[in-house]
Every structure is written in C-alpha cells, then in structure tokens.
C-alpha cells in the first residue's frame, strides 16, 4: 500500500481504483489525482472502461477495490454521487418536456441561483424554450444537458464524450464552459476516443489500454 | 458545500414534471382507467342482470379490477427513466432517492387509482352493492390502493434493468398483492355478512404505514442494484 500524504489541492484522488464485472477486469488498478482548476482527459479506444471509469466516479457502480478522496476526505458511492455533474451519453432529460421545463426541473433540483433562461442561452438554444426536446436535433439535446452543467454548483463535471453530436460551434461551446469551469476552481475530468478535440486549457491525460 | 433544495420544493418540482409528463400521454394514463371500466362493465353483461349474485361477487370484482388495473403501468413506472438517462440524474441529484420515488408512487396512485376511487360509486351502482357496503368498500380501497402502489414501486424497480420484464413484474408482484386482496376485499364480504370488518381495515392501514416508510427506501436500493 501506499502511505504518501494527500495531495493538498487535490479536489478528487483515487488510489488502486479498479473495477471489474463479470470476473473480468475492466480497468485498474489506477492511481491519479486532479486538482482545482485542472482538467483531466481520459483516453483510450472504445471498450477500454472510460465510461465505466466516469460512472464509478459518479457513484453510478461500485468500484471493486481502492478507494476515492473527494476533498481530501474519503468518500463512498452515495457521497461521490452528490458532489458532481454528470454528462453520460443518455441525454437526461425527458423528451416530452420543453427544454425550458427541462432545465426548469434541474434549476429546482440543484437549487441553482441561475435563471434557466439564461442557461439555455448560454448554450445556444434561445428561441427554442418550448420546443419539445424530443424534436430537437442529437446535437441541441447533447447542449441542453450541457445547460444542466451550467445550472450545477458540483465542483467537478464528469464529462463523458462531451464533442459527440456536436458541430464547430458546439465544440467551441464545451471548451469554453470547461475553460471558464476551470478559471472557477472547479476540475473536470473528460473522455474522448480521439484526439480531435481537446480544451484549451492546461489538461493532463489519462490513458486506459484493453 | 453544495445547496440542497428543502424535501418540499424537490417534491413539487418533481410533481409537476410528472403529473405534466403524464398529461402530455394521456392516452397511455387512461388505459388503466378504461381498462377497469370495461371489466366492470363486462361482468354484468356477461353474468346477466340478476342483481342477488352480481352483489355478491361485487366487492370482489371492484377489487380485482382496481389490482390488475394498477399493474398495468407498473412497468412504465422506471423504465422511461432507465432509459433517456433521467434516472442517473435523479441518482446524482442532492435529493434522497427514496423521497423521489415516493413522490413518483404517488403520481402513480393519483393517475391509476385515485380516478378509480372517484368512480368507485358509479361501479357499485352497476354491480348492484348494497348501500351499506359502501362505507368498508371506500375504506378498503382508499387504504389498499396505495399500498399496492408502493409494493408494486419495490417490484418495479427490482425488474427495471431486465427488458421486457412485463411477465417478471406480474409474477413477482401478484403474490406480494395477494394479502392486500384478501384484506381489501374480505372487509366488504364480512360487512356483508353483517360480521365486524374493522379488523382487516386496520391491518390494511398498519401495512400502509409500514409501506410507506420503507417500501421508497427497499425502491431506492433496488434502483441503485439495477443501475449496476
């Protein structure tokens, strides 16, 4: 085991984490830290246990062994689960709500002090308040769970595959909420499958091999 | 420190979306509705209009429609969730879990079983209930109903991570609503033999306070299980 003190600044820190279904390990064991204002890209090809890796962080599994500090304390799936938002690759919204009655919920839900409206805005969806959010495109759904991160006060975004669906703009959009996550102190940790797309700001990355 | 918002607000919120979802597929919410009328409906005819034996078979006849028709939805309670990703959210949110999913049970009562409650006055008409039977008949089903929303709400979220788990679903959740049955509708056959019915009525309104507390919590950790 390893006994060096926490990492001081460190927002989230995990040590021998890893987690396996079936028998069959799906990634770990892994040591990493991330710290306020830092961002962390989580690469590998497909199947090599990025979501999964996001989800235990999430507190959507249960890691198999080692364990997670989430400011500076250590913390079980229930904990991790409340101090984080989660963009996975459901969209997490109802489609036979509008996306302001979508957003509307999620404001409530995280007591948020910013008005939906202004969320949605944000990321380029004004004028398109009462449209059912089944009727928008994959690309206006992916930005309308990116309102909801707008609209959460966690510290740290798990961000899965953020670019899918998304065109120049949208991509434009998530570097700049993840670029102005990070100038907050808050950490992000994302995954891509390549490396097309990447935020412009100081990012560490993680590699996971099958 | 992260703001949580009170236990009411979370509530409303999730209230209103729900009741909102519901009214925008009224068409599915009905069919628990319809589906209770016709069977009601359908005894009379099919039995013929002698009053002696539809009054007798009655209590029995409300109550199973009233179960079957709640089962109906059972399945749709979780599985829309499940699927565009709503309940992971729900998951991470800063509300506890089990008071989500208690207030979704009671969107399920409202929109399957209270309509029926209402109704309830009109099917006993049809079915030719004595008068007198009416009063355990409400009591029965006013304390019962709920209580099979909430078991049922346990079952649900157990099968939820199987597919087309519809038959899974009813055969675990029958016998679990058998003695909610036998209660619910033994109050109105021993009203109707002029025995006390109080008895069952208390036991119905002790399982529901017991349900109530821990049938969102038993939910809640079933979810969690499925997700995984």
Redesign the interface.
């Known amino acids: 085991m390893n006994h060096s003190p926490p990492n001081p600044t460190a927002l989230l820190e995990c040590r021998g984490l890893s987690f396996s279904r079936n028998e069959e390990r799906i990634f770990g064991p892994l040591d990493f830290s991330l710290g306020e204002g830092e961002a962390l890209q989580v690469l590998g090809g497909n199947g090599t246990g990025k979501t999964t890796l996001l989800r235990v962080l999430?507190?959507?599994?249960?890691a198999d062994s080692g364990e997670v500090r989430f400011e500076q304390r250590v913390v079980d799936q229930g904990h991790l689960?409340?101090?984080?938002?989660?963009l996975?690759?459901?969209?997490?919204?109802?489609?036979?709500?509008s996306a302001l009655?979508n957003l509307?919920?999620?404001a409530?839900?995280?007591?948020s002090q910013i008005p939906p409206e202004r969320a949605l805005a944000d990321v380029g969806l004004a004028g398109f308040e009462d449209n059912l959010a089944r009727r928008l495109s994959a690309g206006q759904n992916k930005r309308l769970g990116l309102a909801?991160l707008i609209l959460s006060?966690?510290r740290l975004w798990l961000l899965d595959e953020p670019y899918a669906n998304l065109d120049l703009d949208g991509i434009a959009l998530v570097n700049k909420l993840i670029t102005g996550h990070v100038a907050r102190n808050g950490a992000v940790l994302l995954t891509t499958h390549g490396a097309y797309a990447a935020p412009p700001v100081r990012v560490r990355t993680l590699e996971l091999v099958a | 420190m992260?703001?949580?918002?009170t236990l009411f607000?979370?509530a409303?919120?999730?209230l209103?979306?729900d009741l909102?979802?519901v009214w925008?597929?009224r068409g599915d919410a009905m069919q628990p509705m319809l589906f209770a009328v016709m069977v009601i409906a359908l005894f009379p005819l099919a039995l013929g209009a002698e009053s002696r034996m539809l009054a007798r078979i009655a209590p029995g006849v409300l109550w199973v429609a009233v179960l079957l028709a709640g089962l109906l939805t059972l399945d749709s309670l979780f599985r829309?969730d499940l699927?565009?990703?709503?309940l992971?959210?729900l998951?991470?949110?800063?509300?506890p879990l089990a008071w989500l999913i208690a207030t979704r049970v009671a969107v399920h009562w409202m929109v399957t079983s209270l309509p029926l409650l209402l109704l309830t006055p009109l099917f006993a008409e049809l079915l030719h209930l004595p008068g007198q039977l009416m009063t355990p008949l409400l009591y029965s089903l006013a304390l019962g109903t709920p209580l099979l929303s909430l078991i049922g709400a346990v079952v649900a979220a157990l099968t939820v991570g199987i597919r087309r788990s519809g038959m899974l679903l009813s055969v675990l959740a029958l016998p679990l609503f058998l003695p909610v049955l036998v209660f619910g509708s033994g109050a109105v056959v021993a009203a109707s033999q002029g025995l006390p019915w109080s008895g069952a009525i208390y036991l119905l309104a002790a399982g529901l306070a017991l349900a109530v507390v821990l049938a969102p919590l038993a939910a809640a950790t079933a979810l969690r299980i499925t997700?995984?």
């Open positions: 999430a507190g959507l599994l249960a689960a409340r101090g984080c938002a989660f996975g690759h459901l969209q997490g919204h109802k489609g036979e709500l009655e509307r919920f999620t409530v839900m995280q007591s909801r006060p966690a | 992260t703001l949580t918002p607000a979370s409303r919120a999730q209103r979306r909102r979802l925008r597929r829309s699927e565009d990703g709503s992971e959210q998951l991470l949110s800063p509300v997700l995984t």
